[in-house]
Each structure stands twice: as structure tokens, then as C-alpha cells.
């Protein structure tokens, strides 16, 4: 958002998001309505705190046959991690939701497909080394924008989204409220 030139602060939603996300399964919710409530939960609990401010909260699920995977608490998890996906296409699924005052305004649901390629353990233990603990912050232990690239043999998706915010849905919407590059958020 940074980069799109939008004036933002940060403030951590507190939201537990292995408890949430471990309800919403036992709701067998799909990957990306979990993806969609934990965005939403996150909006709400900061619009709370900020009750005149739009609100931006955004979360990403990644699934792959039939499993949902977390962001990686260690290397040696996301080590693992991306053993079980390499020469397998996997979804990512990412949604934003903007609050004002307690009340969800406005949504948005993007998937990508990803297909990640073969690759050797010794590809895999030099790409952990390169990467480091950057691949603890991602559900898919990889930045594309990053080393994560040579990871994929395809993408079908938004760029984006893949970073894990449909960005341009949300420029458009915050567009529509005066909020951009020309007016004052």
C-alpha cells in the first residue's frame, strides 16, 4: 500500500488466528472463507479502536490437495511445507476487507493457482538459506516478489493478490471514498 502511495498506520488486530482458523474448519468453512473472515475479523477489531478510520484488513489461505497450510512457525516446518507442494499446483486465496465504526463497508475474494516445480533438496536447503526467516511470514513459506520465484514453473493470478492483498479492488474502492494518490485519506 506503501509503494501505491497511500499514508497508512499499523495496528496489529491481536485476532488469534490459529484459534479462529481452527473453528471456522470445525465449521468446514473453505480455504477462502476462512481467508474472508479472518479479514474481516481483523478489520472489525481495529475499526473498533478507530472508529472514523477506513479500516483495511486482509488475510490468505493456502490450500493443496485437500490440505490447508499455515504460515511455518520454523524453517524446518517450511521445510517441510514446501517438500508437500514442490511439482504440485496449489490455490491461494486472498481477501481484504475495509471497516468503518464496527461495520463492514466492503469485501473482496481473489484466488491464484501457483504450480511450483520440481526441485532437488539441495535446491530447496539453498533457497532456505537465501531466503531465511522471511519464509516464516508467508502461509506458502515464499515472496514471489523474492527468491520465492524460482520456486514456480506457472502462476495464474493476480500479482497481488499472490503478495497477499488484491490491491487494485482495493485502490478502486478507496478511489470511490476519496482516498488516493490526490485526495486526503
Known amino acids: 500500500m ?5 499514508q497508512f498506520e499499523i495496528d496489529p488486530s491481536g485476532v488469534d488466528e490459529e484459534e479462529a482458523t481452527r473453528s471456522l474448519l470445525a465449521q468446514r468453512s473453505s480455504p477462502q472463507e476462512i ?10 477489531r481495529v475499526s473498533s479502536r478507530h472508529p472514523t478510520a477506513f479500516v483495511v484488513g486482509g488475510d490468505s ?3 493443496s490437495s485437500g490440505r490447508l497450510f499455515a504460515k511455518p512457525p520454523d524453517i524446518a516446518t517450511a521445510r517441510k511445507h514446501l517438500l508437500a507442494l514442490r511439482g504440485q499446483t496449489h490455490e491461494l486465496f486472498s481477501a481484504v476487507v475495509v471497516a468503518r465504526n464496527g461495520v463492514r463497508l466492503w469485501h473482496w475474494n481473489e484466488r491464484a493457482r501457483l504450480t511450483m516445480r520440481s526441485f532437488n533438496e539441495a535446491f530447496l536447503d539453498a533457497y532456505l538459506a537465501r531466503a531465511g526467516e522471511a519464509v516464516l511470514s508467508s502461509v506458502g513459506a515464499y515472496q514471489l516478489e523474492g527468491v520465492g520465484a524460482h520456486l514456480f514453473s506457472r502462476v495464474d493470478g493476480d500479482y497481488f493478490t499472490i503478495l497477499g492483498l488484491p490491491l487494485l479492488p482495493l485502490l478502486s474502492f478507496l478511489a470511490g471514498h ?6 486526503s485519506a
Not at 506503501?2 to 497511500?6: E, F, P, Q, S, V
Not at 481467508?35 to 472489525?44: C, P, Q, V
Open 61 to 63: 489461505t493456502l490450500a
Open 35 to 44: 481467508a474472508e473472515a479472518l479479514a474481516e475479523m481483523k478489520a472489525l
Open 178 to 183: 476519496g482516498i488516493g494518490l490526490d485526495q
Open 2 to 6: 506503501a509503494n501505491a502511495g497511500l
